[in-house]
């Protein structure tokens, strides 16, 4: 390792500002950001992810959004794989890599010297896991490998079979060494109160509400996805399709609306929450090596 390499992370829950802390950052350091988002990395996917607007950019160049169709699987392998490269060249061009997201696996897979099983799709094993209720998922998945359930959306169907089809093609899981990083690495934790991250989530779900989430997902939904096959689109989609789905109309059933409004909104905000505090627990293995900011 070439010890001069140096790179920055900046890790932290939903809702944190990690993209604009992120580009301040590149302002300084003369960098180009990477998006770690394990649903930014879809197209299509843009006001209910908080993807970064040009604007918000102010000329840094950000990479792995936007990149993939949404019927393609991106795991962590893939994600690596496509995006190492990328890593490399920012810092054979002489500028500052700087890796941002909230998707913990995508972070560790750039930056420790973690092996990452490359499992193929195992189509009779999906099958006979797609039969099964979400909870007998996540069971399974706990009695199998519980630090990798412990970071995975409970709700997230698509993420829990994927990761059981990785347990059972290696056979069990193997103990992995105390990773090491792979660069000269500045980790910048943020890591805001619950008050606060309850309020923002809020605020966000209003103004994403406002500029048009409602109608990404019903863009999504004309390309042929539901409220369970969006599942691997986070869950402010499902909860949106969901609502869509019962096809409550404003003007003959005001009231029957609004309720089932308030209801959608307090649904996203409840489990945005829920995956705010997993996102710290696994952020809890940087605090030794980073900088923490309220």
């Known amino acids: 390792m070439n010890e001069l390499e140096k790179i920055i992370v900046v890790v932290g829950p939903t809702a944190s500002g990690k993209s604009d802390f992120a580009v301040d950052l590149a302002l300084k350091n003369n960098g180009e950001i990477i998006s770690a988002d394990s649903r930014q990395v879809y197209k299509y996917l843009d006001i209910g992810t908080g993807k970064i607007t040009e604007e918000e950019m102010r000329g840094v160049k950000h990479h792995m959004l936007s990149v993939y169709e949404l019927d393609e699987e991106v795991s962590v392998a893939r994600f690596a794989r496509d995006t190492i490269p990328i890593l490399k060249d920012i810092l054979s061009r002489g500028k500052t890599p700087i890796i941002c997201g909230g998707t913990g696996q995508y972070i560790d897979a750039l930056i420790f010297d973690t092996q990452i099983p490359h499992v193929g799709p195992n189509k009779k094993l999906r099958e006979e896991l797609e039969k099964l209720k979400t909870e007998e998922l996540v069971a399974r998945l706990l009695a199998r490998d519980p630090a990798r359930a412990s970071a995975i959306d409970p709700h997230n169907r698509p993420r829990l079979i994927r990761a059981l089809e990785i347990v059972e093609a290696i056979g069990k899981v193997p103990k992995q060494k105390t990773p090491k990083l792979l660069y000269n690495t500045k980790i910048y934790l943020l890591n805001p109160t619950r008050e606060i991250l ?55 059933q005001p009231s029957l609306f609004a309720t089932a409004w308030q209801s959608m909104k307090q649904e996203i905000i409840t489990k945005s929450m829920q995956y705010a505090k997993r996102q710290q627990t696994w952020n809890k293995k940087y605090m030794g090596n980073a900088e923490v900011r309220s």
């Open 198 to 252: 309850r309020e923002r989530i809020t605020k966000r779900l209003e103004k994403r509400l406002a500029i048009g989430m409602t109608d990404e997902v019903k863009n999504i939904m004309a390309r042929g996805y539901n409220s369970n096959s969006m599942k691997k689109f986070g869950l402010e989609y499902v909860a949106i399709a969901k609502f869509l789905e019962n096809k409550i109309d404003e003007k003959t």
